[in-house]
């Protein structure tokens, strides 16, 4: 039989019975016998179609980790984050509260990235580049809650205006409003533009918790754990 002619019947009979010169099909799966040995061509979808019962339903090896549900004082996991292209650059700031459902919300600051980010409910609602402290005094690491809020406040140590003030610390670490801007630094707060600090300032309240990280990046699927304040590192 002619090639062509014999591509020909394969095409209309995909079930074929073994023809002189040793080409076959079987069901969609093809194979070559040339001088004895078998190359057999199979997609992956076929493999997955014919893998026998017994071996298709045997447990897997590890079990599949179950994420932690909501709570409101327990761990919960980001659903979405605001579409920002780019790095956050000094003085930037994002707040868009559509998403933003009922439910905890919770503060995470990453001092590596230099940004704060605002969730409600595992849904990010605001974003914004910071200013932190550096040397002698630090921004400390660890989840604390929100112990003091005042819109008017001004530093009794360094008499400063620290306007839209979340007080995260007993000795007055806190997020406040500030000129953020390259080549600033805090005496260990987290500086936030004055119109994001306000935004900030109406969605909080008394015992919200604020994550403050050193490079702790945190993605869609990720858990944010809000338990256990004031843990520092």
Known sequence: MALSALLAFLRRNPLAAPIAGGVFVLGGLLAFQVGGDVVTVASAKLRQ??????????????????????????????????????????????????????????????????TLSVFRNGHEIGATAILKGYGEKPTPLGVFPIIEKDADHVSNIYDAPMPYMLRMTNDGVSIHGANVRKGYATNGCVGVPEDFAKKLFAVTKLGDRIIVTDGKRIGVGDPIVVANPAVTS
Do not use: C, M, N
């Open 49 to 114: 179609k014919f893998t026998p019962l017994a071996e298709a339903a045997s447990p897997p090896l590890v079990a599949a980790s179950v994420r932690p549900k909501p709570t409101p004082e327990g761990p919960f996991v980001v659903k979405s984050i605001l579409k920002i292209d780019g790095p956050i650059k000094y003085g930037q700031s994002y707040w868009d509260e559509s998403k933003g459902e009922p439910g905890p919300t919770v503060i995470t600051v990453d001092l590596a990235a230099r």
